[in-house]
């Protein structure tokens, strides 16, 4: 059998070396994470921040205002109360073409006329991404954001159905190179290698954070970009559960992807809440895509709570939005380098690698064959009798 170690692990925050950074532009002054107001982190409702250890972080910094960071998804809903003071409304922009399949139509064929306004969300990805990274802190509303006191800015690249042309990635990617983007936030992929979006992701001078993918399958064995790109700049995400297990869909077959040389680190990434667009919630804006997972994930109105590597990946954007924050001068390869040296493995641990190179399920069981390994991670490997060693 071929070894290999498969590891599911949490990302923690990073132990900032230098002195303590003084917070200002819109976040208090005086920051404590004790002050923190905001009723879903004080009844303990964003698990993930804790479990990436995020206080230790605000004792340094909460972020500044000069961090840019890219949201490369469906837009953001500046209306929302925990949005409306973090994102940038000169550089935001929609690479949405109207002669594409995707213009802005409803579930009933008539147009939407803000189709291209990187301001209107008409499928909530891109405004739940927002909120992870840097929803507003100490305004005694819905939740806090990891970097609360960055700056987004809204690339607006995927339609009412979060699909997206991948000439539109790249071109949203060179315009961050262009106006200065220091982070890219790209909660998307596919299956298709594009060779244009890989030299744009090369050649951009910031860090690009994506997602691994949510087919509950090894990104080793199967193609998945932009997460399988090998470049320096880039890190690759997948999710956990509260648990600190390998994050496995409720709603299907779904879950993270794994793999040991394409997805550099695990994050929070199961039911998450943060921030969705108001007119989705209030009934503004919807259709019966929206209507078909609308009802299911809503909280309250402005917060949804939504699963998967997409969610998982705003985490590790916004420890990287802190870092740069503490010291502008990382490199995005220092950057990537600081936040992989900071994981540490999960004590609840799925596979474990035995002296003898087998793996040894949670059952205690030992197996030797990689194909049932792999059996054992789809769920269609069957002990018939507990007491034999394979």
């Not at 997206?164 to 298709?192: C, H, K, M, Q, R």
């Not at 087919?215 to 999710?239: P, R």
């Not at 596979?351 to 789809?378: C, N, R, T």
């Amino acid at each position: 059998m071929k070894k290999k170690l498969f590891f599911i692990s949490v990302i923690v925050i990073i132990f900032f070396m230098s002195g303590i950074i003084t917070s200002h532009a819109n976040f208090q002054d005086s920051y404590s994470p004790g002050c923190n107001t905001e009723p879903f982190y004080l009844v303990g409702r964003q698990w993930g921040l804790e479990r990436i250890q995020i206080e230790k972080a605000w004792e340094k910094t909460v972020g500044k205002r000069e961090i840019k960071v890219g949201v490369i998804d469906t837009g953001i809903d500046i209306t929302h109360g925990d949005l409306n003071h973090c994102v940038d409304r000169e550089f935001s922009k929609s690479f949405l073409d109207e002669d594409e399949f995707f213009e802005g139509k409803d579930g009933n064929g008539n147009p939407i006329p803000q189709y291209n306004d990187p301001f209107y969300d008409m499928y909530g990805h891109g405004t739940h991404v927002a909120g992870i990274i840097a929803a507003d802190s100490n305004n005694s509303y819905g939740m806090v954001g990891a970097a609360p006191n960055i700056t987004l800015v809204s690339l607006k690249i995927m339609d009412m159905y979060g699909e997206y042309d991948p000439e539109d990635v790249t071109e949203a990617i060179n315009y961050a190179e262009e106006i200065g983007i220091d982070i890219l936030n790209f909660s998307a992929g596919g299956s298709t290698y594009d060779k244009k979006m890989e030299e744009a992701i090369a050649n951009f001078s910031g860090l690009f954070v994506c997602s691994a993918g949510n087919d509950f399958t090894d990104n080793d064995k199967q193609n998945h970009y932009s997460s399988n790109f090998k470049l320096s700049n880039l890190i690759s995400v997948g999710a956990t559960d509260e648990n600190d297990d390998l994050w496995k869909s409720k709603k299907s077959s779904g879950g993270s992807n794994y793999g040991a040389k394409n997805v550099d680190l695990f994050a929070p990434g199961a039911e998450i809440i943060s921030t969705y667009p108001i007119m989705i919630c209030n009934g503004t804006y919807r259709t019966p895509f929206l209507n078909s997972f609308h009802d299911e994930d809503h909280v309250e109105e402005g917060f949804h709570d939504d699963s998967g590597t997409s969610m998982a990946t705003p985490y590790v954007t916004a420890v990287a939005a802190l870092l740069l924050s503490s010291d502008y001068s990382y490199t995005p390869q220092e950057l990537k380098t600081k936040i992989l040296g900071s994981v540490v493995f999960s004590s609840k641990t799925n596979l474990k690698i035995s002296s003898k190179g087998s793996y040894i399920l949670p059952s205690g069981l030992v197996v030797l064959v990689e194909e049932d390994l792999a059996s054992y991670l789809d769920g269609t490997l069957i002990f018939f009798d507990e007491n034999i060693i394979y």
